[in-house]
């Protein structure tokens, strides 16, 4: 891929030093300081970020793009959890949930950046699930932790693949979330959705950074389409952000903003 063409950038951003393979892709130097809780979205022009065919939208959205599959592997590099809701993990079967299921042409790149950051070989995959309905099958299940209420347990207990592991928050509220995420060793924190959760986690100011890909594409929506924008369900009353920095790929821009 071509390098991310850099459009602006605020002085100052936590950037620790990515291998030289990484920095030529991205544009520039690029970090993720410690503790942070971060979301990542594509986005139509429009604001569709979920389709109603109830497949992954993410793809679709992007039109494909390469770049945003590099950085979605990139974030996901920096992060010692990624959080996503059942229906997300429901709608992409078969994603492991790591930066090398993102973008396999950088995978080693990757591996050398967790290392230099002292962390392990993959992120935690954390599933948030009040009902516990969910694929047990999938194999990025293998070593997760999935968040659930007691009802959710009931329905869990004794099916959950070997080395995952369910938490019973009741109900789960995202400040009681992320402090048993933190309580787990889990501080860098990122949250792929899907748009109720990171609602939810927006509304009550838990998420530190939003990366959003602008894809030059619209959608549309019409009542009851079952199409979702970034947001679903909350009332978040034109809370400001703040734009850190402006990235582009062809038609694509990569925006980074601080959310507190």
């Known amino acids: 891929m071509k390098p991310l063409e850099l459009l602006f950038e605020r002085e100052g951003l936590h ?3 990515l291998p030289p393979g990484l920095a030529i892709r991205y544009g520039g130097d690029f970090g993720i300081a410690r503790p942070r809780v971060y979301a990542n979205f594509v986005s139509s022009v ?6 109603r065919d109830g497949g992954e939208s993410g793809r679709v959205v992007s ?14 590099a920096f992060a010692d959890a990624v959080v996503i809701g059942a229906g997300t993990f429901r709608h992409a079967s078969g994603d492991l949930w790591n ?3 993102a973008y396999p042409e950088a995978a080693d790149l990757f591996a050398e950046l967790r290392d230099d950051l002292g962390l392990p070989l993959q992120p935690r995959l954390v599933v948030v699930t009040a009902s516990g309905e969910m694929d047990l099958g999938q194999p990025a299940l293998a070593g997760a932790l999935i968040v659930t ?4 347990d009931a329905r ?7 080395g995952a592991r369910v938490a019973v928050l009741d109900p789960v509220r995202p400040a009681t979330l992320m402090g048993l995420l933190h309580a787990e060793g889990l501080r860098a924190v990122l949250t792929e959705g899907g748009p ?4 939810e986690l927006l509304r009550d100011g838990v998420v530190d950074e939003l990366f959003l890909t602008l894809s030059p ?3 549309g929506r019409t009542a009851s389409d079952g199409r979702k924008s970034l947001v679903e369900g909350v009332d978040l009353a034109g809370r400001e952000t703040e734009l850190l920095s402006v990235r582009r790929d062809g038609s694509h821009l990569f925006l980074r903003y601080a959310l507190r």
């Open 15 to 17: 950037a620790p030093g």
């Open 46 to 51: 429009d604001g569709v970020v979920a389709l």
């Open 63 to 76: 039109g494909g793009s390469e770049a945003d599959r590099f950085v979605m592997g990139l974030l996901r």
């Open 99 to 101: 930066a090398d299921h």
């Open 149 to 152: 209420t007691r009802a959710g």
């Open 156 to 162: 869990l207990r004794g099916a959950v693949p070997v």
């Open 196 to 199: 109720s959760l990171v609602g």
């Open 217 to 219: 594409r619209l959608f």
